[in-house]
């Protein structure tokens, strides 16, 4: 069986573009929080594609509702209506108190569309000067890989190479609410941010952060709009990661969980006000909110709540990071997170994350380094407390017994 993921890691190589480094695992079956590979190793995964899977590996009630819509109707586009598309408008709204909703289908599509529409809100409705309008956003930031993102990020290899960008973004420092006062003029039409910033290594603003930013956009009459992709639908323990501050925002976008990693499926929640600017023809997408993306997302959204996990995340993510915490290893310069969004970030000269995760990866653990010196714990929502207790083991072997 080795030399069938050797063959696989081989074609990948030869025919793939080479923009991904995924760790050599080759995985063929998933349950819950396991992931088996070829060979028939099992792993528990503490990635959950990138807080995609935060329902766990093909949830048995999601893979129910895939498997009855794809035998109804899986595609319309929006020229013409199905009998799904309502039906998640009313339980997303439900959910999380939006008045106007968008589906899309991937993350960065769904940041495209919010940069979209509050550019067209700024002309409309809050009369600035056509094509002036600004986005206030972040260093570090990581909103998705369109031309347009990539333009505003401060990641080289992020941006290196693809320019001439789009203009009309002004980056200031994450976490410093007074570089977002300093930024904004009367051109200012949003402030987009993430309130924890997931590529970046799992990075929390001070708090009060999210607070002050939702004051002076209210002062400002400045779009606030928040990137829940990640943070969002239970991860952070709150349904929201927003509501640790108490604050909501104009706009908040949601994503990758909202399907349970069966489908791509995201949305751009806000009111009637921002959204509404948007006239038949102006904008759209031919598999946004299909019959089956709504069904699965439904399916998603059901168990999410009914199944308690985002309590469970709470509960298990503040046990894990205080046992993280715990582990007596020189090469930890600071263990982070809130929910079962954690981080260990390591001293330089431990030489780099990427080993480490490959040393959990032989013990039965899969993890992702982000930015060389930090690895990633994101297992899916629905961990037990056993099943943390031997991860923990895991990372207590490996970050005091690998040689530097």
């Not at 030399?3 to 923009?19: F, K, M, P, V, W």
């Not at 309130?195 to 001070?206: D, K, N, S, T």
């Not at 909110?289 to 168990?303: E, F, K, Q, S, T």
């Amino acid at each position: 069986m080795q030399q069938l993921a050797n063959d696989l890691i081989g074609t990948e190589s030869r025919l793939g573009a080479h923009n991904y480094k995924p760790l050599d695992v080759v995985l063929s079956r998933g349950l819950g929080v396991y992931v088996w590979d070829v060979d028939g190793n099992r792993y528990l995964d503490c990635l959950s594609a990138y807080s995609a899977v935060n329902q766990g590996h093909c949830h048995p009630k999601i893979l129910e509702a895939m498997v009855e819509q794809a035998s109804k109707l899986t595609l319309t586009s929006r020229a013409f209506r199905n009998d799904q598309l309502a039906l998640f408008y009313e339980e997303l709204a439900a959910l999380t108190g939006s008045h106007k909703i968008l589906p899309m289908n991937s993350g960065a599509e769904a940041v495209e569309s919010a940069i979209k529409t509050v550019r067209k809100w700024g002309y409309e409705v809050k009369g600035v000067p056509e094509n002036r309008a600004e986005i206030i956003v972040c260093s570090d930031n990581f909103h998705g890989r369109t031309i347009a993102i990539v333009g505003f990020s401060t990641d080289p290899d992020a941006r290196g190479g693809f320019g001439p960008f789009p203009s009309g973004f002004r980056t200031v420092r994450f976490g410093d609410a007074e570089a977002v006062e300093a930024a904004m003029n009367e051109n200012t039409v949003a402030v987009l941010l993430e309130p924890i910033q997931g590529e970046a290594g799992v990075i929390i603003p001070p708090a009060g952060y999210l607070r002050r930013v939702r004051e002076l956009c209210s002062a400002r009459n400045v779009v606030m709009i928040l990137d829940e992709i990640q943070t969002g639908l239970g991860r952070t323990g709150k349904l929201l990661a927003e509501e640790h501050e108490g604050v909501e925002a104009d706009v908040t976008l949601i994503g990758k969980a909202l399907s349970g990693g069966f489908y791509p499926v995201s949305a751009v929640l806000s009111n009637s006000e921002v959204l509404g600017v948007l006239k038949p023809g102006q904008h759209g997408s031919t598999f946004g909110g299909n019959p089956l993306a709504c069904a699965v997302a439904r399916a998603a959204m059901r168990v999410l709540v009914e199944e308690g996990m985002i309590e469970n995340a709470a509960v298990q993510g503040d046990y894990f990071k205080e046992q993280l915490a715990g582990i007596r290893s020189n090469l930890v310069r600071e263990v982070r997170g809130r929910g079962l969004m954690l981080a260990v970030e390591l001293h330089p000269e431990a030489g780099g994350a990427r080993r480490y995760c490959e040393a959990l990866r032989a013990r039965g653990v899969l993890a992702k380094d982000t930015h060389d010196h930090t690895i990633r714990i994101a297992p899916p929502l629905v961990i037990t407390r056993e099943q943390v207790d031997w991860a923990l083991e895991q990372f207590d072997a490996v970050l005091t017994g690998l040689p530097q």
